[in-house]
């Protein structure tokens, strides 16, 4: 995957796929942690909420996860695919990579939902990506070098730049 200078910590395509379907599960596990957590703890009698929240956590922490693994899987695929195909590195892979991992992901309720999945999917990526990008060129001018002051050898110091009268 040749391409830009920030995606040379990535790994290559074949295991970026795993690496980020892992890394999505992870994510979708933790976050789901908390949030099946709060929520089981939330709604269940006094007395009851530490367990409540502790049950919750059981069943549907591991379905959250499974949820963002396959999302980050077939992110990556599509991904891959489009780097391979275009042999170019560039945000529109990830924004059309988007739009098409929502597409697929909302068929099975049908073209609309597709449609409206795959939208949403490239416009959240589109989001992010821009996100980046603006990050990215906001951080890199502090790193931007400065030119040093010339000092002239024969001008007496403390009179450089001073202009006569």
Not at 63 to 87: D, K, P, Y
Not at 121 to 127: D, H, K, Q, S
């Amino acid at each position: 995957c040749a391409g830009k200078m920030a995606d040379f910590d990535r790994a290559p395509c074949p295991w970026r796929i795993v690496d980020d379907a892992g890394a999505a599960f992870s994510m979708g596990c933790i976050g789901g942690s908390i949030f099946s957590y709060w929520k089981g703890y939330r709604n269940s009698p006094m007395g009851m909420r530490v367990k409540g929240g502790l049950s919750a956590l059981k069943i549907r922490a591991p379905i959250i996860g499974g949820n963002f693994g396959v999302w980050g899987g077939m992110f990556s695929t599509f991904e891959c695919t489009l780097i391979a195909v275009r042999r170019k590195e560039d945000p529109w892979n990830a924004i059309t990579s988007g739009a098409l991992t929502g597409a697929v992901l909302a068929a099975r309720g049908g073209p609309a939902s597709a449609i409206m999945g795959g939208v949403m999917g490239g416009v959240i990526l589109a989001l992010i990506e821009g996100l980046q990008i603006t990050l990215t060129k906001a951080q890199s001018k502090q790193f931007k070098p400065v030119l040093p002051e010339m000092v002239d050898p024969n001008v007496p110091q403390g009179t450089q730049g001073a202009h006569s009268r």
